[in-house]
């Protein structure tokens, strides 16, 4: 499974990005997606994600801001963020498990959104 995201970029606090990850290699509904993200020094962070009931689930401190969705079609997963913070700054990684099941994770690549 290849996952290859976009749309990283630097953005003045309280804008907004959309990040994308296409995937492939695999039957994309067969996947359970999620947005991670990763500030130098810290732990990786689930962000966002959907659950095998297709169910979305969100970090407190990005619900009412960040929008996870998904068009199988394009085998895309998309991440709308608005409001942006600062504290919003990180590596932010797309994330596959196959089956919905953690142990099968695929990671891609990362983009970095930096919030000044």
């Known amino acids: 499974v290849q996952l290859v995201e976009s749309g990283g970029g630097s953005v003045q606090a309280g804008g907004s990005l959309r990040l994308s990850c296409v995937v492939s290699?695999?039957?994309?509904?067969?996947?359970?997606m999620g947005w991670f993200r990763q500030v130098p020094g810290k732990e990786r962070e689930l962000v966002a994600s959907?659950?095998?009931?297709?169910?979305?689930s969100y970090v407190d401190s990005v619900k009412g801001r960040f929008t996870i969705s998904q068009d199988n079609a394009k085998r895309t997963l998309y991440l709308q963020m608005d409001s942006l913070m600062p504290e919003d700054t990180a590596m932010y990684y797309c994330?596959?498990?196959?089956?919905?099941?953690?142990?099968?994770?695929?990671w891609g690549q990362g983009t970095q959104v930096t919030v000044s």
């Open positions: 290699g695999s039957t994309y509904s067969s996947n359970c």
């Open positions: 959907f659950k095998g009931d297709g169910s979305t």
């Open positions: 994330v596959a498990d196959r089956l919905c099941e953690s142990r099968n994770r695929y």
